[in-house]
């Protein structure tokens, strides 16, 4: 197979209509190639009859791999880093990975290839799992920095530069800052000035941007973190580009990190028999987000903005928004409704919006549903939102039962006292014990309510009663806990000491 294109090169230049990979699978399909190689259902004809009759014969011929399918079996074409050299152009960045195991697999590449163990890492306590597990994995010691909380919302505010100039003070050998911004809510942390109090001790900012790959797009949202000039950032464009599921992009930039080491790092971490259509599936949603992307983007925006203004018209509904939360900047397309006044938990909410109304939120916790606007919605999309929250709104139960602490991102989220690196919790001998006899004891696994995925407790953290309190209250209510071996923490393992 010979590429009749020109290849893309480094430095450009860059011809944002072109699709690399996209260009390669049509090549493919046109070249009626029989596989005597991988995958094993060869094109669809040894794969079950009703699988094959609910996802379609398209899907499973495309279902290609990337060496000795859109590439030969030595990548003699580079056909993947011409696609990439393309995704650091779009997203302002020196080198861009494609990941194809989400935003985790960059969070742990990130981290395995900038640190060694036993380094210090300044980092927000709001951190997703996957983040959280690359600690673990690369056995590094953090200085957990706890996110601002609003005052009555309880919404986390992120991280301020002063505070992490103030963690630089303390730790002037840490390798690394390291935080999620936006936040799961929408919130973005000071970027700009992070880096400024970082970059003036040398040393580098990587932002977990798994919410944020659209920011770059459109100047109505938050600035992204490659033009906020941090060194490396981890966008998920299954979550909100038109991309599909477990997509996602690494970008790198500046002297201080090691992009080569951090390549090899991704080719650690990440699948050697990588699905093509996944990786094609960035291409695309590059093209699209550089060929049409402001426009799609505006048009999101402005559906949100509909349904903010309508649903915080329902009695004893709110749904946060900039001036609520006292910010300049916010992602305004999402919607965190809080339902707590209505005397209804998230959770029932979202049982309610599913099977009652036909609906889908991204999450629930116990006083508030998320959902998100993307450039797939459309007004009656938003005009079902709405119009199943107005009768929720009408058969409202009650009071509101609750204080917005109780959310999953709230005061339960802040770091509390460490005994212990989270790795070698994790690696300690352990025994499982009733959860109310682990208060004060040292947890030696991870308990994450899932979403939004971040850790109430770490391997390492001491266990308090408040939060063995909430995580209880939570698992009664319906809360999934992700991480524990009992997911339902009738009993949780801790470090036997
Ligand atoms: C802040 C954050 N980082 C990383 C991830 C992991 O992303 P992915 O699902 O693309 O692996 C998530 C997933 O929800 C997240 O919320």
């Not at 398209?58 to 003699?76: E, Q």
């Not at 559906?303 to 018209?313: H, I, S, T, Y």
């Amino acid at each position: 197979m010979t590429t009749t294109l020109d290849p893309i090169r480094p430095g450009g230049p860059f011809d944002h209509r072109r699709a690399p990979l996209l260009e390669a699978t049509k090549r493919f399909l046109a070249a009626d190639i029989t596989p005597f190689c991988t995958p094993g259902h060869k094109r669809g004809h040894a794969i079950d009859a009703e699988y094959a009759e609910v996802f379609g014969a398209a899907f499973l011929n495309a279902d290609i791999p990337m060496g000795g399918g859109l590439d030969t079996t030595h990548f003699n074409h580079g056909l993947l880093v011409q696609a990439e050299l393309l995704g650091a152009d779009a997203w302002g960045a020196e080198r861009t990975y494609y990941l194809i195991n989400g935003s985790s697999t960059g969070n742990h590449a990130f981290m395995l290839g900038t640190l060694r163990p036993g380094d210090k890492v300044i980092i927000a306590r709001d951190i997703h799992k996957s983040l959280m597990v690359a600690l673990i994995v690369a056995g590094v010691q953090p200085i957990y920095l706890a996110p601002e909380l609003h005052p009555e919302l309880a919404v986390g505010l992120g991280i301020t530069p002063a505070a992490v100039e103030a963690a630089l003070e303390e730790h002037p050998d840490a390798k690394l800052v390291a935080l999620v911004s936006p936040s799961y809510c929408g919130v973005p942390s000071d970027l700009v000035g992070i880096a400024a109090v970082a970059h003036a001790r040398g040393v580098p900012v990587y932002v977990d941007e798994a919410w944020g790959p659209h920011f770059h797009f459109h100047p109505r949202l938050p600035m992204s973190a490659m033009a906020s000039g941090v060194d490396g950032s981890v966008g998920s464009t299954h979550k909100i580009l038109g991309a599909v599921t477990q997509t996602a992009v690494l970008n790198l930039q500046g002297p201080l990190i090691d992009t080569k080491r951090i390549g090899t790092a991704v080719g650690m971490v990440q699948s050697t028999s990588p699905s093509a259509p996944l990786f094609v599936s960035i291409d695309a949603s590059r093209r699209q987000m550089m060929l049409e992307g402001k426009e799609r983007l505006e048009g999101a925006i402005a559906l949100a903005e509909n349904a903010r203004r309508r649903l915080q018209a329902i009695p004893g509904i709110k749904v946060l928004d900039a001036a609520q939360l006292g910010l300049a900047n916010y992602d305004l397309t999402k919607l965190m409704i809080d339902v707590n006044e209505l005397g209804l938990t998230g959770f029932e909410t979202e049982d309610l919006m599913r099977n009652r109304f036909g609906l889908q939120p991204e999450m629930s916790d116990l006083v508030s549903v998320m959902c998100i606007v993307t450039i797939g919605d459309s007004q009656a999309s938003i005009d079902k939102l709405v119009g199943a929250f107005e009768v929720i709104g009408r058969e409202r139960k009650g009071a509101a039962a609750r204080s917005a602490a109780q959310r999953s991102s709230g005061e339960v989220i802040a770091p509390g006292q460490q005994a212990m690196i989270p790795r070698d919790a994790f690696f300690a001998p352990a025994r499982a014990v009733p959860l109310a006899e682990a208060v004060g004891a040292v947890s030696a696994e991870l308990v994450i309510p899932y979403p939004p995925g971040i850790p109430v407790l770490a391997p390492g953290d001491v266990i308090s009663a408040e939060k063995a309190e909430y995580l209880r209250e939570g698992v009664a209510q319906g809360m999934y806990l992700s991480g524990p071996e009992d997911h339902e923490l009738r009993t949780i393992r801790i470090v036997d000491r």
